[in-house]
T-cell receptor
Framework: NAGVTQTPKFQVLKTGQSMTLQCAQD?????MSWYRQDPGMGLRLIHY???????DQGEVPNGYNVSRSTTEDFPLRLLSAAPSQTSVYFC???????????FGEGSRLTVL | AQKVTQAQTEISVVEKEDVTLDCVYE???????LFWYKQPPSGELVFLIR??????QNEISGRYSWNFQKSTSSFNFTITASQVVDSAVYFC??????????FGAGTRLFVKA
């Protein structure tokens, strides 16, 4: 069972470059979200979606864009990468609004 | 505002010791959910438990137990007879309406053989 799949697992960018982190889930979950994990700060919510066509901002949305054109996919876009966006990114999905989160394996991003 | 505080940054114990990880939360909502997740050294995030605000019964699952006290806004996690495989970062999380689950900073547990 695939669950939540994130790609790429590792990425190095230069300041100012753009990229998209891909996230796909095959569990037909309505709810999907992106978190970033930084040392000593836990996981912070970037953006989330409660269904196709609906997205909203989390705690730290600046510098990131999302869209949700299908139930399965929820890509995270960095339009102009900055060193402060160096982090580990996790995509998660849930079958209900306050249910347990199913996480992808994470994507480690380094911005030089 | 919603907030989750895990005051213990790191805990180190010797195998077979019991250890309690503290979690204190803040919310004005009357309906909310509390979670614990485990992140072993391999990096994945593993769900451990979900508890809703109307259910204050303590729960035990093998060597794991959870103590939920609304009066002190705490949801503490105890590992009995710890093992080396319990070494991980443990996150407490708070979920309220609108699919906004927020996490504490995590507690890193080291269990020495």
């Amino acid at each position: 069972n695939a669950g939540v799949t994130q790609t790429p697992k590792f990425q190095v960018l230069k300041t100012g470059q753009s990229m998209t982190l891909q996230c796909a889930q095959d569990m037909n979950h309505e709810y999907m979200s992106w978190y970033r994990q930084d040392p000593g700060m836990g996981l912070r919510l970037i953006h989330y979606s409660v269904g196709a066509g609906i997205t909203d901002q989390g705690e730290v949305p600046n510098g990131y864009n999302v869209s949700r054109s299908t139930t399965e996919d929820f890509p995270l876009r960095l339009l102009s990468a900055a060193p402060s966006q160096t982090s580990v990114y996790f995509c998660a999905s849930s079958v209900q609004e306050t249910g347990e989160l199913f996480f992808g394996e994470g994507s480690r991003l380094t911005v030089l | 505002a919603q907030k989750v505080t895990q005051a213990q940054t790191e805990i180190s114990v010797v195998e077979k010791e019991d250890v309690t990880l503290d979690c204190v939360y803040e919310t004005r909502d009357t309906t909310y959910y509390l979670f614990w997740y485990k992140q072993p050294p391999s990096g994945e995030l593993v769900f451990l438990i979900r508890r809703n605000s109307f259910d204050e019964q303590n729960e035990i699952s093998g060597r794991y137990s959870w103590n939920f006290q609304k009066s002190t806004s705490s949801f503490n996690f105890t590992i009995t007879a710890s093992q080396v495989v319990d070494s991980a970062v443990y996150f407490c999380a708070l979920g309220t309406g609108g699919f906004k689950t927020i996490f504490g900073a995590g507690t890193r547990l080291f269990v020495k053989a």
